[in-house]
């Protein structure tokens, strides 16, 4: 247990909705990851960040929108979800960049867009 | 863009017999990650390793960075070994990780 907690675990909501997701953190690690996971797919990067009000975009980054106002938080939105954001969301982090360290995962949130 | 392949797609063996899990990627790399996923989706990391050779009890895991290859084995397997290992890499001066597919290991008793 990495002290990762992600809420919430699930959610189901309608298109067109916003959603805010919330991973918060008791390490205190700098780097922060967003991922979302989908049957053929794997994993994939949506948002990270190194530090507060630091954020960077991923590999599939449409249609999402990140903050890191505080070290242990990192907030994941979905400005007005569509059904292709159903998937299930994992929050990381880790203490280096690059990599170069092992990332911990949250359990995930379980999201389903009607 | 960095492609992790994963093989096989899906295993199936039985108690004790010795496994391997393969990955190969496309491009350079700062660190090959080995990762778990057991049924209802906790991911933990097993190995994070850049060069040679990493143990951790039943565990095995080795790179080779010339070939761009990475294999995991599984000595003496055991059914609580039934999960979807996942190989991700990280590219040089990029942040976050590129993942395969994942492999689904059952083990039968």
């Not at chain 1, 008791?26 to 996971?37: D, I, K, L």
């Not at chain 2, 994963?6 to 039985?14: G, H, K, R, W």
């Not at chain 2, 209802?40 to 070939?67: D, Y």
Request: aromatic share 8%; glycine share 10%.
């Amino acid at each position: 247990d990495a002290g990762i907690t992600q809420s919430p675990r699930h959610k189901v909501t309608e298109t067109g909705t916003p959603v805010t997701l919330r991973c918060h953190q008791t390490e205190n690690h700098r780097y922060m990851y967003w991922y979302r996971q989908d049957p053929g797919h794997g994993l994939r990067l949506i948002h990270y960040s190194y530090g507060v009000k630091d954020t960077d975009k991923g590999e599939v980054s449409d249609g999402y929108s990140v903050s890191r106002s505080k070290t242990e938080d990192f907030l994941l939105t979905l400005e007005s979800a569509t059904s292709s954001q159903t998937s299930v969301y994992f929050c990381a982090i880790s203490l280096r960049d690059r990599g170069l360290s092992e990332q911990y995962f949250g359990p995930g949130t379980r999201l389903t867009v009607t | 863009k960095n492609e992790v392949e994963q093989s096989p797609q899906n295993l199936t063996a039985q108690e004790g017999e010795f496994i391997t899990i393969n990955c190969s990627y496309s491009v350079g790399i700062s660190a090959l990650h080995w990762l778990q996923q057991h049924p209802g989706g906790g991911i933990v990391s097993l190995f994070m390793l850049s060069s040679g050779k990493k143990k951790h009890g039943r565990l095995i895991a080795t790179i080779n960075i010339q070939e761009k290859h990475s294999s995991l084995h599984i000595t003496a397997s055991h059914p609580r070994d039934s999960a979807v290992y996942i190989c991700a890499v990280s590219p040089p001066g990029a942040d976050g990780l590129t993942f395969g597919k994942g492999t689904h290991l059952i083990i039968q008793p």
